[in-house]
């Protein structure tokens, strides 16, 4: 099993957040994914950037020149060029390490590499979260501050799929790598509550799954929220909710005859009787920037993300018995804007 394909195990939220995306988190989307904002002041917390003026009477804070993308804001010259249609192009590439459940659900942890890469050109934006690229048909303009989303998305959703360390869990036997296609669509709008430069931010992610595996479909709304505390500093949150079909439950959750006298776990349906909701999560994360400006340069990141599995999912004896509804997955790593 490849880094690439465990990683999948709990970053299939589009919603995310936790590591490299909480919004941006981070997260997976469909996976993705709180607290208020620190009403921090630039001077307190960056005695060497350049004094601001005075915020206006609406925000909470004010944060000098910082822009643009939640958690990783978008790397930006000083050109004055006033000819330009579209936002500036970027790239942004991070890798890190992150500390998840052993399959969606379980009791057990593994430490697995993490990768993420996002830019913007010509005004097209794209990015990866966990083990799904997206690509934003809807071209950002310059200086807009509502930013509407909408393009498609393909997921790669690995749970189960190589070696697990139940031994019951692992006697019901591996599930494929199931590839998830579809489409995202939310709004973004900047300068909200605590500056000019923070994010609210809205979008559903909907994945049918095209390679036959599971046969069902996944979809997830997330909100997320991300303030610039100064130059070098960055915060967001996020939260989430999943929602499966009835193949999704029947392939990752329920046991069947031959599984039970394999696992002796009991049988059980309940997971792909009908859809409905089945995990929900709640992220954080934060950036800081070692060259003094999150528009540039190397950044470091990290991330904390709870996500806990309701109704039926949760009654599945893969969780109730063999591990636990409510997980926890931790990241860091560093990142290069340019």
């Given at each position: 099993m490849t880094p690439l394909s465990r990683m999948n195990r709990t970053m299939c939220k589009a919603g995310l957040v936790a590591l490299f995306a909480i919004a941006g988190i981070g997260a997976s989307p469909v996976a993705a994914e709180d607290a208020a904002p620190p009403p921090a002041l630039v001077e307190s917390l960056d005695p060497v950037a350049t004094p601001?003026?005075?915020?206006?009477?609406?925000?909470?804070?004010?944060?000098?020149?910082?822009?643009?993308?939640?958690?990783?804001?978008?790397?930006?010259?000083?050109?004055?060029?006033?000819?330009?249609?579209?936002?500036?192009?970027?790239?942004?590439?991070?890798?890190?390490?992150?500390?998840?459940?052993?399959?969606?659900?379980?009791?057990?942890?593994?430490?697995?590499?993490?990768?993420?890469?996002?830019?913007?050109?010509?005004?097209?934006?794209?990015?990866?979260?966990?083990?799904?690229?997206?690509?934003?048909?809807?071209?950002?303009?310059?200086?807009?501050?509502?930013?509407?989303?909408?393009g498609p998305i393909i997921s790669l959703r690995a749970d189960r799929s190589g070696s697990v360390k139940d031994a019951q869990v692992a006697a019901l036997g591996k599930r494929k790598l199931a590839v998830e296609a579809g489409l995202f669509a939310g709004v973004t709008q900047t300068g909200v509550i605590t500056s000019a430069h923070d994010q609210l931010g809205f979008r559903v992610v909907a994945l049918k799954d095209v390679s036959g595996r599971h046969g069902s479909w996944a979809a997830s709304p997330t909100i997320d929220y991300g303030?610039?505390?100064?130059?070098?500093?960055?915060?967001?949150?996020?939260?989430?909710?999943?929602?499966?079909?009835?193949?999704?439950?029947?392939?990752?959750?329920?046991?069947?005859?031959?599984?039970?006298?394999a696992s002796g776990l009991p049988v059980y349906s309940g997971a792909g009787a009908k859809a409905g909701a089945g995990k929900y999560s709640f992220g954080v994360a934060g950036a800081y920037s070692l060259s003094g400006d999150l528009r540039k340069g190397f950044v470091l990141i990290g991330g904390a993300q709870y996500s806990r599995l309701t109704g039926r999912f949760a009654d599945s004896p893969i969780v109730a018995q063999a591990g636990k509804p409510g997980q926890w997955l931790f990241g860091g790593g560093l990142a290069y804007q340019f």
């Open positions: 601001v003026a005075a915020p206006a009477a609406r925000y909470l804070q004010t944060t000098g020149d910082i822009d643009d993308e939640i958690l990783l804001p978008a790397a930006r010259d000083d050109d004055r060029d006033d000819d330009r249609k579209w936002s500036r192009n970027y790239f942004s590439v991070a890798a890190g390490a992150l500390s998840v459940p052993d399959y969606s659900g379980s009791d057990e942890r593994r430490l697995l590499p993490a990768f993420y890469v996002r830019g913007r050109y010509d005004g097209y934006s794209f990015s990866t979260r966990g083990t799904n690229l997206q690509v934003d048909l809807i071209r950002q303009r310059r200086g807009q501050k509502t930013d509407f989303k909408f303030t610039p505390l100064s130059k070098r500093a960055f915060v967001g949150v996020s939260a989430s909710m999943n929602f499966y079909g009835k193949g999704f439950g029947r392939y990752y959750y329920d046991i069947d005859p031959l599984g039970s006298a």
